[in-house]
T-cell receptor, first 113, second 112 residues
């Protein structure tokens, strides 16, 4: 049982480049989300999904796109990378909405130069 | 913006001592959760306490919740060097969406 798998673990991008951070879970969870973690800022919600075909914005959505075509996958797209997007990105999933523990991936450390 | 604020920001203790971390939040909640993050790793769920519960135990962990003061505490008893990590509280304030709002965390260092 792999849980939540994120790829890649590390990535360096040049300003203006685009890329997709992959996230997959094998627990049949309806709810998936993306967070970014910056020093001294804790985790901030970027986008989330309550089920296949349904996504919504979190606290810091600008510069990111998501889609949810299957229950298992929830990729995060950086449209045009900026140095301000240098961060550690975490994907999480949970069984349903409120009241359930979240399972986190190991994170993707992204540097934009 | 952050819903929860942990206190202290950093805590250094000796092995065998107890560690207490506090979390304050701003709005009414349905549940409050505590997570641990080892350096360079993802977050791991520790315990969930519902808004109608006042105290919960799990092994060496004891969590309290005071909804009138909008605060929670996490107590780790008989700490070990392996407890060295950052600890975050997370609240879900909106029914049905399940969005967790995290605090900035307490960095715990347990010296052998």
């Amino acid at each position: 049982n792999a849980g939540v798998t994120q790829t890649p673990k590390f990535q360096v991008l040049k300003t203006g480049q685009s890329m997709t951070l992959q996230c997959a879970q094998d627990m049949n969870h309806e709810y998936m989300s993306w967070y970014r973690q910056d020093p001294g800022m804790g985790l901030r919600l970027i986008h989330y999904s309550v089920g296949a075909g349904i996504t919504d914005q979190g606290e810091v959505p600008n510069g990111y796109n998501v889609s949810r075509s299957t229950t298992e996958d929830f990729p995060l797209r950086l449209l045009s990378a900026a140095p301000s997007q240098t961060s550690v990105y975490f994907c999480a999933s949970s069984y349903s909405g409120t009241g359930f523990e979240a399972f986190f991936g190991q994170g993707t450390r992204l540097t934009v130069v | 913006s952050q819903q929860g604020e942990e206190d202290p920001q950093a805590l250094s203790i000796q092995e065998g001592e107890n560690a207490t971390m506090n979390c304050s939040y701003k709005t009414s909640i349905n549940n409050l959760q505590w997570y641990r993050q080892n350096s360079g790793r993802g977050l791991v769920h520790l315990i969930l306490i519902r808004s109608n519960e006042r105290e919960k135990h799990s092994g060496r962990l004891r969590v309290t919740l005071d909804t009138s003061k909008k605060s929670s505490s996490l107590l780790i008893t008989a700490s070990r060097a392996a407890d060295t990590a950052s600890y975050f509280c997370a609240t879900d304030a909106f029914v049905g969406q399940g969005n967790l709002i995290f605090g900035k965390g307490t960095k715990l260092s347990v010296k052998p």
